[in-house]
């Protein structure tokens, strides 16, 4: 059944509050911290045009704009710095619709159970730092990863990852997604009554 129907049939807020508060409790503990506001979710755009889903995070994600042989190696470098392969285990989330629209249908993402976050202080996303390879070559740009891109990454803080603006790696097995022109009204009770508003 579409969660959109699902939440105007029902009429049962507190039903859909019991799932994400038994599934995503240690996501919505940080969000219902008082420094959190109600806009501060994960965001991630999906191929899926539904309105509510569960899905699995991909152990081996293909690249989209990079040479598989490049990715493998960037995935080592974070699997070394961070013990996760941050390119290919990972689901890309933003903090805005617009970046989240780049990559598909905009949903709010709430990771099930742990989770890691992983973004970069400094840049908007990995790609971003593409002009520095057409500069420096292959061999160069390695060498300006390691000392300048790989740096400016932290794993965790979901707090300042939402607040920088910049691609967020989420690390989990599994998320419920919400599509965000479904979450309407009577969903945004759930998460007013989630953060005790």
């Given at each position: 059944?579409k969660f959109y129907n699902y939440i105007n049939e029902s009429d049962d807020i507190e039903k859909i509050?019991?799932?994400?508060?038994?599934?995503?409790?240690?996501?919505?503990?940080?969000?219902?911290?008082?420094?959190?506001?109600?806009?501060?979710?994960?965001?991630?755009?999906?191929?899926?045009?539904?309105?509510?889903?569960?899905?699995?995070?991909?152990?081996?994600?293909?690249?989209?704009?990079?040479?598989?042989?490049?990715?493998?190696?960037?995935?080592?470098?974070?699997?070394?710095?961070?013990?996760?392969?941050?390119?290919?285990?990972?689901?890309?989330?933003?903090?805005?619709?617009?970046?989240?629209?780049?990559?598909?249908?905009?949903?709010?993402?709430?990771?099930?159970?742990?989770?890691?976050?992983?973004?970069?202080?400094?840049?908007?996303?990995?790609?971003?730092?593409?002009?520095?390879?057409?500069?420096?070559?292959?061999?160069?740009?390695?060498?300006?990863?390691?000392?300048?891109?790989?740096?400016?990454?932290?794993?965790?803080?979901?707090?300042?990852?939402?607040?920088?603006?910049?691609?967020?790696?989420?690390?989990?097995?599994?998320?419920?997604?919400?599509?965000?022109?479904?979450?309407?009204?009577?969903?945004?009770?759930?998460?007013?009554?989630?953060?005790?508003?």
């Open positions: 059944m509050k019991k799932t994400l508060e038994k599934d995503c409790n240690h996501y919505l503990n940080q969000l219902t911290s008082k420094n959190f506001l109600k806009k501060d979710l994960l965001i991630s755009g999906r191929k899926k045009n539904v309105d509510f889903g569960i899905g699995d995070i991909r152990k081996k994600r293909n690249p989209r704009n990079t040479e598989n042989e490049f990715h493998e190696w960037i995935d080592g470098q974070f699997n070394k710095t961070f013990g996760i392969k941050a390119r290919s285990q990972t689901l890309f989330c933003f903090d805005n619709v617009s970046s989240a629209t780049n990559y598909g249908a905009p949903h709010y993402i709430f990771p099930i159970g742990r989770f890691e976050v992983i973004w970069s202080k400094e840049f908007r996303d990995l790609y971003s730092t593409r002009p520095y390879m057409d500069a420096y070559g292959l061999e160069g740009y390695k060498e300006f990863f390691l000392e300048n891109i790989l740096p400016t990454y932290i794993k965790g803080n979901l707090k300042d990852a939402l607040k920088s603006g910049n691609e967020i790696m989420l690390y989990c097995e599994s998320f419920q997604y919400y599509m965000m022109k479904s979450f309407n009204k009577k969903t945004h009770e759930v998460l007013n009554i989630l953060q005790g508003e």
